[in-house]
Structures are given as structure tokens and as C-alpha cells.
Antibody
Framework: QVQLVQSGAEVKKPGASVKVSCKAS????????MHWVRQAPGQGLEWMGW????????NYAQKFQGRVTMTRDTSITTAYMELSRLRSDDTAVYYC????????????????WGQGTLVTVSS | EIVLTQSPGTLSLSPGERATLSCRAS???????LTWYQQKPGQAPRLLIY???SRATGIPDRFSGSGSGTDFTLTISRLEPEDFAMYYC?????????FGQGTKVEIK
């Protein structure tokens, strides 16, 4: 079955960087865009960007441009999201989610989602 | 950026009742790109409806989506105990995605 498994929780100090991984299985990794979404404690969902695992091309939300880097390693079907210059308000659960790519078109929906990775930023 | 406003913020209903959740967009959204998710505490979101009205694989037919333009609705025809959760709408436009703030469906 299609599955996304993320790396474990992280605790970082302000100003540091964090890199979260998302291991994909059960489908052709390079055939589907991968998104990253975050959710601050008790808050809603916020889209951060996507990576095309085939080409490595990326598209980041304006809010995160300059601080986020999304990469992938096709040999191990894993996507990564690195966020730098962390602040306390970056404390959140970070999710990877595959684009459904209905009829090969980007943007239809996100499915499935990884289990989430809690990143805590605290001094 | 398109802003999605969900209402009500909280819906208090009993099992067996009908739930009607609204998602209003600040400008017109293509129906192809209006999506609904369910999220339970401590879990990742789960896809329910895509393309405004298409049920995702494995989603019971008590869930239905409708709407167009700026007004979209998620209807749960008869609430089951497992349906009490948070629901989010999402849209894709201008190369970015936004989510509504969510509607909590709670047990009355």
C-alpha cells in the first residue's frame, strides 16, 4: 500500500536548522509530486511547498522562500524538507503529503499524508 | 492569495444527525481544485473529497461534497461516532494551496 513514513521528533534552538525526511513506498516515487504542510499546535494547516521527485524542481510558498529547501534522493525514495533560521513560531508538526495527480494533473488533492514530525524550537 | 472561510467554527450534533459544513472562498475557485479533509486529534489529515464532489477511495457514501465558484459544502448525511473530528477545506490556485481554518464537529 502507498505509505509515507517520516523521521522522528526534533528539538532545536532558535537560529538552528532542521531536516525532516519522508520515506515513500508502495508506488513509483518519481511519478508524483510531494508537498510539505505544517500545523502549529492547535492551529490549522499551512502549505509550505512541493518538490517534483522526478526532476528535483521545487515551488515554495512565498512565506518560506529563502528559509526552506526541499530535496529528494530517488535511490532511497525519500524526500526531505530543511528549514533554516528557526524561530519559536516554527514549532509545529510537519507533514509530507503526496499529490494525488488525478489524470496526471498537479494540485487535485494530497493523499496520503505522512504521520507527521513534531519540531520544537526552544532555547 | 485566495482565503477560505469555513463556517461554522464548531458544529454540535448528535449521532445520526445531518452535518452541513460550509467553505467560502474570497474569489472563484475551480471546482477541480476544491478538496475536503478530515483530521482527528493526533492524526494526519485524511482525504475525503476532491474535485469538490468526488469521494476518495474508501470514503463512505454518507460524505458528499457540492458547490462551485466561491461556495462549497461538505455534507455528512448521518453522523457516525467516528465522524466527530475537524474538517478542513483546501483550494489550489495561482501555484499555491490554502486551507480554511477548519470546522470542528463535536458530539452534542
Amino acid at each position: 500500500q502507498v505509505q509515507l513514513v517520516q523521521s522522528g521528533a526534533e528539538v532545536k534552538k532558535p537560529g538552528a536548522s532542521v531536516k525532516v525526511s519522508c520515506k515513500a513506498s508502495g508506488y513509483t516515487f518519481t511519478g508524483y509530486y510531494m508537498h510539505w504542510v505544517r500545523q502549529a499546535p492547535g492551529q490549522g494547516l499551512e502549505w509550505m511547498g512541493w518538490i517534483n521527485p522526478n526532476s528535483g524542481g521545487t515551488n515554495y510558498a512565498q512565506k518560506f522562500q529563502g528559509r526552506v529547501t526541499m530535496t529528494r534522493d530517488t535511490s532511497i525514495t525519500t524526500a526531505y524538507m530543511e528549514l533554516s533560521r528557526l524561530r519559536s513560531d516554527d514549532t509545529a508538526v510537519y507533514y509530507c503529503a503526496r499529490d494525488l495527480m488525478v489524470r496526471g494533473v498537479l494540485g487535485t488533492a494530497f493523499d496520503p499524508w505522512g504521520q507527521g514530525t513534531l519540531v520544537t524550537v526552544s532555547s | 492569495e485566495i482565503v477560505l472561510t469555513q463556517s461554522p467554527g464548531t458544529l454540535s450534533l448528535s449521532p445520526g444527525e445531518r452535518a452541513t459544513l460550509s467553505c467560502r472562498a474570497s474569489q472563484s475557485v475551480s471546482s477541480n481544485y476544491l478538496t475536503w479533509y478530515q483530521q482527528k486529534p493526533g492524526q494526519a489529515p485524511r482525504l475525503l473529497i476532491y474535485g469538490a464532489s468526488s469521494r476518495a477511495t474508501g470514503i463512505p457514501d454518507r460524505f458528499s461534497g457540492s458547490g462551485s465558484g466561491t461556495d462549497f459544502t461538505l455534507t455528512i448525511s448521518r453522523l457516525e461516532p467516528e465522524d466527530f473530528a475537524m474538517y478542513y477545506c483546501q483550494q489550489y490556485g495561482s501555484s499555491s494551496w490554502t486551507f480554511g481554518q477548519g470546522t470542528k464537529v463535536e458530539i452534542k
